[in-house]
């Protein structure tokens, strides 16, 4: 059996195959993502946009049938229009839709409606172009579609899909313009009659009438909010916006944002020329890892301080090969930092890697003993009977450790055993300590700390 060559794609008078399909609807395109082109006949992934958990990856593309080259370019061209509606075609052409797009899903369903839509009148022996189709070859057209569904809003989306074929013609190749076929009626009333049900009329209120004595109070309530309240409403709001802004040598943010490709270039860049960085490899191979690959995951963190986790990621676009290509020249350059087996399965706790806000690296029982031994050798530091001071400098040399690491939770510092009162009792090393400063000789307080004391009153151990 012998494969046939796909026919050749028709071009269009109104739009160029060089543009991208996600051009003029205000779309934030992810970074190193693919943006499908208008001239691509098969497929168009909408994955450039970012695509919700809640959608799979079938339904946030367009396919189009390739085997008839001018239904091809009508539903790319139906498509084009209503996911860039902004267009400056469109508005030489006096088509004005919304600035906001319609969402994936409902363009696609749309388009699925039309070639349902053209394969009827196909059957019926009806002309291709569907702008020569008289009123009741519509009426038809819709009454064969009300057998098929028993849902009115089905039906109505139908309605509505035709509509929309209609306002688009004028850049749609091969399909005429023409009338309304139901005129001022709307969609879901044109639905209800084709089930026999009580279509909603617009004469009919759908709430009572708000009697004056009711809607006066609430019109001077909303001034009230308007006049009196909202400068104060703004100024909270831009302290609140304020006070959650992170500091310039914090990231943004810990999740992935949107950002150029250019951007991400000039990062890797002035990473990799900075002296003393190195690239992270694997030490041993594991699974599908070869020993001394790259941990692009942990890499691309560092490059991007915490901002993206994929830069290095392979999608059918040369610029992440192309910053590979750096990392391994880099590598050739023997600027590697091997990392333990451990360590590279994320077990460990040495990993290049980058810490967030909110999160800790947490402080050693090393650290804690030498800020004892440092406040006991220092003789300006007072002396007391109880233990209490030197405990309370204690902590503040660990909460200020932890704030210089982004201190953690309480919840947290409990769990490893880092809060104050856990120091005192959980464990050997803190009972240590507490008999170090126990054994603390007198000394005398300063004026300034004497409390009710008369001045060079010596407190001593008891």
Not at 177 to 200: M, R
Not at 225 to 251: C, G, K, M, N, V
Not at 437 to 451: F, K, S
């Amino acid at each position: 059996m012998m494969a046939h060559p796909a026919p050749k794609a028709l071009a269009s008078a109104a739009f160029h195959d060089e543009e991208n399909a996600f051009s003029y609807g205000g779309y934030q395109l992810l970074d190193d993502i693919v943006v499908p082109l208008f001239g691509e006949i098969h497929r168009w992934p909408a994955d450039c946009i970012g695509r919700p958990a809640s959608r799979k990856p079938g339904e946030w593309r367009f396919v189009f049938p390739v085997t008839d080259p001018l239904i091809n370019l009508q539903l790319r061209e139906y498509c084009f229009a209503l996911l860039n509606p902004s267009h400056p075609v469109l508005r030489r052409s006096l088509i004005f839709l919304s600035a906001v797009p319609l969402s994936v899903v409902t363009i696609r369903a749309s388009m699925m409606e039309i070639r349902k839509i053209m394969d009827w009148g196909r059957g019926q022996g009806l002309p291709a172009d569907l702008g020569l189709w008289d009123p009741e070859d519509w009426h038809d057209e819709i009454v064969h579609k009300a057998s098929q569904v028993e849902s009115v809003k089905t039906v109505a989306f139908h309605v509505t899909t035709i509509r929309r074929l209609r306002q688009l013609a004028p850049v749609l190749t091969g399909i005429s313009a023409f009338d309304d076929p139901w005129g001022d009626e709307s969609a879901a009333s044109v639905a209800a009659k084709l089930y026999d049900e009580d279509a909603p009329s617009r004469d009919t209120l759908a709430t009572p009438a708000i009697p004056p004595d009711t809607w006066w109070p609430l019109l001077r309530g909303a001034w009230t909010y308007i006049h009196t309240f909202a400068p104060d409403l703004f100024r909270w709001r831009d302290h609140f916006a304020q006070q959650q802004e992170s500091p310039a040598d914090q990231p943004r943010s810990t999740k992935a944002q949107p950002v150029r490709p250019q951007e991400t270039d000039a990062l890797l860049k002035k990473w990799l020329g900075t002296r003393g960085n190195a690239v992270p490899v694997h030490e041993v191979s594991y699974g599908s890892v070869a020993a001394g690959t790259p941990m692009w995951t942990a890499l691309s963190k560092m490059v991007t301080n915490g901002r993206a986790m994929n830069i290095f990621a392979d999608n059918q676009s040369g610029r992440p090969r192309r910053r590979r290509d750096a990392v391994r020249a880099a590598i050739g350059e023997g600027r590697v930092a091997t990392v333990t087996a451990s360590v590279g399965r994320g077990k460990g706790t040495g990993a290049p890697r980058y810490i967030p806000p909110g999160t800790s690296t947490g402080v050693t029982q090393k650290q804690l003993d030498e800020d004892v031994r440092r406040w006991l050798a220092d003789r300006a530091h007072p002396g007391q009977g109880r233990d209490d001071g030197a405990v309370a400098y204690a902590d503040q040399c660990h909460r200020a450790r932890l704030r210089t690491a982004h201190a953690p939770s309480r919840d947290l510092r409990l769990r490893r055993g880092l809060d104050s009162d856990a120091r005192l009792g959980d464990s050997r090393d803190p009972t240590r300590r507490r008999a170090d400063l126990l054994r603390l000789p007198g000394r005398p307080l300063p004026q300034d700390q004497a409390g009710p004391h008369a001045p060079g009153t010596v407190l001593v151990d008891h």
